[in-house]
């Protein structure tokens, strides 16, 4: 075998292989914040749709948000009237639509289009545990040099945080991280949504980075 058509057939190996595994989870996130140092701050949680207090899912929700705060250095209020800071959150995801891809035919002749990297941005060996990496390229759009085509259904989910100081009620912190998603399942999106929401946390004001997230190990 001629060393060309080898690399080739090695490049569309390890791409093919790539794209059996659990997709990793791509989200922008965009951030606007005047955080004063974490020093204690006491916080609490709340639904921006107040229809959701007490409802077991936000609950759930919310605790991830707060031991994500809990590691920046703020704590939760043993009585919330008496808080800090109030975090109010909101979550989403759309009614989907359709997306048209293209896959590599029988005559796909290398992966030039990708510049060495994966399907998802980054390159081959990232899924060597949980991380997440800046930067990332559509998961579902596809280079040169493929002409089989398929479509099928994306969602768009979004996570919306907003921090308020109580003494003088003003608003000290707005992030929203947004991803597309072959599924529509809250309860896997939005844990996705708030790691990427705090990776970088605050980040710089007025910026959009972009995070991938790679999946949980198989066991």
Do not use: W
Request: overall charge neutral.
């Amino acid at each position: 075998m001629v060393p060309s058509m080898k690399k080739t057939l090695l490049a569309v190996t390890a791409l093919l292989a790539l794209a059996s595994c659990a997709e990793p989870f791509a989200a922008r996130v965009s951030r606007f914040q005047a955080l004063s140092p974490p020093a204690g701050q006491t916080f609490v949680v709340q639904p921006t749709d107040q229809r959701l207090e007490g409802g077991i899912e936000f609950g759930q929700y919310a605790q991830m948000v707060a031991a994500q705060l809990v590691r920046q250095g703020y704590r939760p209020a043993t009585d919330p009237a008496r808080a800090d800071l109030v975090v109010k959150m909101h979550y989403d995801v759309d009614g989907g639509r359709e997306k048209i891809v293209s896959y590599p035919s029988a005559g796909f002749g290398g992966y030039g289009a990708f510049g060495g990297f994966g399907r998802f941005g980054y390159p081959f060996g990232f899924y060597g545990g949980r991380g997440f990496a800046y930067g990332f390229n559509d998961p579902f759009l596809f280079g040169s040099g493929f002409n089989d085509v398929r479509s099928y259904t994306v969602y768009t989910s979004e996570l919306d945080l907003q921090i308020d100081r109580t003494d003088n009620g003003q608003r000290v912190f707005e992030g929203t991280a947004k991803a597309i998603s072959r599924d529509d399942d809250l309860p896997h999106l939005v844990p996705n949504l708030v790691e990427a929401m705090f990776t970088g946390f605050p980040g710089n004001s007025g910026e959009t980075v972009k995070i991938t997230i790679a999946p949980e190990p198989k066991r």
